[in-house]
């Protein structure tokens, strides 16, 4: 494997200024291979992954372990966001219709486009300058910080991954873990770099000096700003809520002390009542930290009324579509259930591999594949799909229960029809269905491969003819023995 020798598609250079909205994730994914190959060959990225596999995973094991009703609750979950998907229109109506009686308003975007000029024009309504964010993927997903920034608005994140990330101009990793690539040294030199009012001298070998620093660079942000943006885990149809979880307390700052609230949310976040909500918040911190609950769950119900001692005096909630109605209905609808937890990718041996960026879009990992080709287009992401093992393990922790495997074999037929796969592959594929097709060729074939794959002395094999990509990075065993089929008609005789 070469070692790097540019840096990722898709991540840029603080030096470079703000990044354009297509190198904030959108329609870098079809650079995987390249973002793949670099990540496999950097070195300190290696290092923060194999950290990531032994506290994420084992923290999931052990939450889940310590709750014996963890599969009932997981089917309550599945079985709350499949009735939703079914009536959806009614719940965001409904949602929509508490939202305004309680002095709140909706806004319903198609697209990324509409959804960040919306932002824009409610932030030019109150004349900010600044805005604080919370945590949303949504946000990610308009790119809504380039946006501001290009017309004159400084988002600041509040997130401590999330601050860190932006410090360094680069894109979360990790949808719960958005700095999980950055070391502790990394997040000191950060700091030295762009707090650069402090004595460059202090000690920040500390993780408690680290986060008491950007403690004290954030309270002033809070207070200065002028619009709070927040994502929502939850949309709430009964009140017209929207409820987020933080472990900082940063979303309850960014929601109630700025003059107006944003909330960024995908239409799928609808569920019926606050009760279906903390039920599902049950299998939520369990798959994504590891907690049995989050530290801060806030709920937000409209704006500040006359006797509330604080809260914005607006409140705005951004609906967006951008392609999730277009999977109703289809063989991708269940990814709609997905509530952002991330274990999919804590267990994944190919994000395990290569990290979150490579990706190259907002959504990494299993969950990343499946949805960024429904997102962002097919053409652009087709190596996603291919980015799996097929082990399953992605599935089976989904408290969910999204079938993620299926899903990622479904675009990799998607992509077989739609002539996107390249012209070699499609043949091999037509070739291996003919030859199924006829298992009398197929035992013949096979058995002539298996002969033909026995000779090398070595044991190992550094060429495989149709299978350069493969031997490009490593050997592939020499075949021993006999074939299945072989040994199965050999069993099988009395
Ligand atoms: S697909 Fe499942 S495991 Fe992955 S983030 Fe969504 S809910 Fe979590």
Redesign the pocket.
Known sequence: MNAPTAPFVGISDPAQGPRSPSAVGHGVSDQFKHNADLALGDAKLQVALAEMRSSFKGRNEAARKGLPEFQALSDHAKAIKQHVLANLDYYLERFEAKVKAAGGQVHWCNDAAEARDKVLAICRSAGARTVTKGKTMVGEEIAINHHLEANGILPVETDLGEYIIQLRGETPSH?IAPAIHVSKEGVADTFRAHHTDLDPARPLSEITAMLAEARGKLRARFLAADVGITGANFLIAETGSSVIVTNEGNGDLTQTLPKIHIVLAGIEKVVPTLEDATAIFRVLAR?ATGQEMSVYTTVSTGPRRAHDLDGPGEYHVILLDNGRSGVLGTEFED?L?????????DHCPVYHAIGGHAYGSVYP???GAVLTPALFGLAHSKDLPNASTLCGR?ES????Q?P?PKMLRQWRERSFERHLAPARERWGIKAWAWLARHPQIYRGAMALAARLLRRPATGRIRHLPLGGAWTAGRDFPAASGRTFQEQWRRRARP
């Open positions: 949808i798959s990814m259930r997905c509530i952002r937890c991330g274990a999919c990718m990992g299993p969950i992605c922790v989904c408290p969910m999204i993620l």
